[in-house]
């Protein structure tokens, strides 16, 4: 047996070849994008509903019920998102849930700045 044919038999009994690495690297990139996938399609089923509540609409339920069919009957989907930024006739948005605790924070924070002005027109620092 020659060296070249040594050389053969001791890559085969290793089990090592040029195409390992690369094997795995392919192996680690199609998981990734599966993963990726599943993600992607689990933010796009929950958009209609976030969608909706974040801009305080009466039918937030119903939205995100037809966001995630529309995964399964693909056109649900846009018409959940277009649903989603209407309001219904006769009817306003919701105010959202925390607009009262914001109005405070801004009549303080208003407070605070026309006193820091007022202190800066006297030539003080605030």
């Known amino acids: 047996m020659g060296k070249e044919g040594a050389v053969m038999v001791l890559a085969a009994v290793g089990g090592q070849s040029s ?3 690369f094997w795995w690297l392919c ?6 994008l599966f993963i990726a996938a599943i993600w992607l399609i689990y933010r796009l089923g ?6 909706a509540q974040g801009r305080g609409h009466p ?4 939205i995100t ?6 995964l399964l009957l693909p056109p649900l989907w846009p018409i959940a998102l ?3 930024f209407l309001i219904p006739a006769g009817r306003e948005l919701m105010p959202p849930p925390d607009l009262a605790g ?3 924070a801004l009549k303080t924070t208003s407070a605070r700045i026309a006193d820091i002005e007022r202190q ?3 030539g003080g620092m605030p």
């Open 19 to 21: 195409y390992d690495a």
């Open 120 to 122: 800066l027109a006297k």
């Open 82 to 84: 277009i649903w989603a």
């Open 27 to 32: 192996l680690v990139i199609v998981v990734c």
């Open 102 to 104: 914001l109005q405070e």
């Open 65 to 70: 019920v037809c966001g995630w069919l529309g």
């Open 59 to 62: 039918q937030v339920a119903a």
């Open 46 to 51: 929950k958009l209609p509903g976030e969608i």
